[in-house]
C-alpha cells in the first residue's frame, strides 16, 4: 500500500480552520487507502520559545483533536515526533545534505525570523525544513497532505531525496505533495489578503475549533466581504466572500457553483448566517468527541505510544540503511 504521512504543530492548542480544511481532513481520508503516519511535531515547534507545562499539555490537546476529526488509530500510526528518535538522528543526516543557501531561501523562514529579529531568532528555526524532510523520508512517504504554504518545504524534501539517492545509491522514495486546491489556503476572516494563521492572525480573523460554536459564528458573521453584493467565488475579486463559499462548501460538501445558485440575489448578510451555521453544526460535535479524548489521558497517551511503536518500525530500518548508505560504521 502506498505510504502517507504528515505533521502538525501543537503549538496554539486549538487547530484552526485552516489547519483542519487544508490538512487535517485529508489525513483522515487518506487512512483508509494507505498505510498512513500522522503525528504532532513536538520537536518543531520549540524551534521558538515554549513554555514547557503549555507544550506538554498541547501535545495532548493536539493528538486529541486529530482523533476526534476521525483519525483511527488502529488504520494509522498517530504518534508525538520526540517519541520516535529517529526524526532528530535523520534530521542531523539531513543537515549534512543541505546547501546553507539553499536553506536560507526558505521562505517560511524569511518571514518568520523577520518579524522576530536575529537575536531571537533561533538555529532550529533555520533548520525547521531540514528535519521535516527527515520525518517525510523516514516513512518511504508517497503524499504528503499539507496547505500550499507547505509546497516549497516539500520541494526541499523531493531535492534532498533525490540527492541522496544519486549520491548512496536509491534510498529514499520521493515524496509528493498532497494538496487539495480548494481548501489549500483558507484565508484570514478579517484581512483576506494573507492566510488564515495562528502567529498572523488577529483573534477575529482565526476561526479556532475549539472556541466556543457561539464566537465562531460572531467571527463569520462580522467576516470582511467587499462592497459588492453577489455571492460568487472570486477569489480576485472576492477574497473574503470566495474564502467563506470554500469554507461552507468544504463543511458542508456542497458544491461552489450550487451555493452561488441558492443564494443568487440575496444579501451577504444571509450568505454568512449559513456559513456560521454550517460551522456551528459542525464544532459542536467535534468538541464533544474532543472532550471524550482529552478527558481520558491515560488511555491517550496508550493510543500515542502504540502509533509511536507502529513509527518506530518503519523509522528504524530507513534510519540505518541511510546510515549504512553514508559509511557509518555500525555498532558491533
Ligand atoms: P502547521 O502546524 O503550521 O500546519 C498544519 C497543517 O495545516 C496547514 N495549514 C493550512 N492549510 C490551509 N489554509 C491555511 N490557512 C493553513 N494554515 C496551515 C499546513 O499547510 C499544514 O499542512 N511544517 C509543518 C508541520 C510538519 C510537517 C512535517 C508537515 C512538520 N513535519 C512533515 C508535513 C510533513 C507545519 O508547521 O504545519
Known sequence: RPRVLSGIQPTAGSFHLGNYLGAVRQYVALQEANDAFYMVVDLHAITVPQDPAELRANTRVSAAQL???GLDPDRCALFVQSHVPEHAQLGWVMNCLTGFGEASRMTQFKDKSAKQGTDTTT????TYPILQ????LLYQANAVPVGE???QHLELTRDLAQRFNSRYGATFTVPEAYIVKETAKIVDLQDPTIKMSKSAS???GIVNLLDPPNQTAKKIKSAVTDTGTEVRYDEKEKPGVSNLLAIHSAVSGTPVAELEQRFAGRMYGDFKKEVAEVLVDFVTPFQERFHLYHDDPAELDRTLAKGAAKAREVASVTLASAYDR????PPA
Open 123 to 126: 538555529v532550529g528555526l533555520f
Open 67 to 69: 482523533l476526534a476529526a
Open 202 to 204: 488577529s483573534p477575529k
Open 133 to 136: 524532510v527527515a520525518d517525510i
Open 149 to 151: 504554504d507547505q509546497r
Open 326 to 329: 553514508i559509511g557509518l560504521l
